[in-house]
């Protein structure tokens, strides 16, 4: 290196010191050493912030607004123009700055005004405001686009349970001849629906009331009840198998009643309506304290409107499991709960104890009752029973008079012209639901 490029160098490098003192922080500052005098250009530090987004992410008081001035422009300003930009005195300005100093750099060159810009510390205090405040705007935009996909899914769903009661309205004709009672073979729903019978499955409180709503907009009679049989097989649920996992999911119960109590018109059910998807979501009111829903299915919390208060008939049920169907060698019990039509003299029998039924419903948690009368803090579960069947009775293979056995073998013939499905409808019409069993 020759001598005159080390006097440079050291040149360079006092200078750098002198620029050093008054600016702590050079990383935005453009290192033009030669030209020291234009340091309130060339050494302005700024942020890039929009005005409209400035105007919500600075207060309302003078060191914000100065903060402000500095966000939304890259220049550096004497005391005396933002005194003047904030329509305040030059002493205003100075106390201000003076008050929260790490925020500012000051420079006085030698006979100038003192020019301000932000600090290095600012700026990233600034930059971190805008970046929060970006994010949670790209999160309103996500929950208002879920919230625009929700309700569109929500309509979609209910043209398609539209579509499904018209593809069965002469078996629903029938139904209603005999109350306002719709009763749904899943699998007929999710041979025509997939979307619907998934949706039910996994979210069967709304998907219910959806379908009750789509078949009272067409008009036909008001006030529905909808109910599910014939769950596929991965619903259906050992009572020892029953776990919080479960909870408001629809499941399939087999057991055997263990006791009833008396039809009482002991629980609310209160209907709310989200006011931001339209969501109906009802809670049955079984504590002292009155309950709101906690939140909607569209990620709303609280604001919900009431739009309907009515006390139902209840009846509570004790249900066994079937020890011949589980290992477990203790006997295992389930609470289980009837309303509305379901306590109707003719479906009660249903419930008569010893009786085996077959039960569809939702778990939901419900508060324990305690002794004297009070609710305990400690929850649990039972199930809200949607439908109810006898169980069928057991088909033993062995039991198959000689006539049956004659009548299966003439079958089994028939099976290769005619196929299964005719085969099966037409033997054993009161063996229900063992399909296996006469296919063998
Ligand atoms: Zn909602």
Redesign the pocket.
Known sequence: MTKKLIKKEEETKKKKNTIKDTVTDNTHHTDNTDNTDNTDKTSVLCVLCDNATAEILFEDNTFERILKIFATSKEAFTYDKLAELLNKKPENIRQAIGREKTYFEIKKPDGKKAVIHLSHIAIEKINLRIANFKQKEAQKQQIEAE?EK?ISKREELIIEAKKFFDSCKKSIGKQLKQGNVIIINFSDLAEFSLELSDELMGNPEEILRLMELAFEETGFTSDIRIRIINLPEDCKIFIENIRSKHLNELISVEGRVVSITDVRPQVVNAKFE??????V?SVLQMEKKFREPSR?????RGGFKLISEEMVDTAKIILEDLQEKTDNPHTRRLNIFIKEDLTSPKNIKMFTPGNEIKIVGILKKVPMQMQKGGLSVRFDLAVEVNSVELSEEEVDINKFTEQEIKDIKSLSKKIDKDGLDEINNSFAPHVYGYEEIKMH
Not at 274 to 279: L, R
Not at 296 to 300: A, K
């Open positions: 919230k929700k989200c006011p931001s998807c339209g969501t979501i909607c299915s569209c990620g709303r």
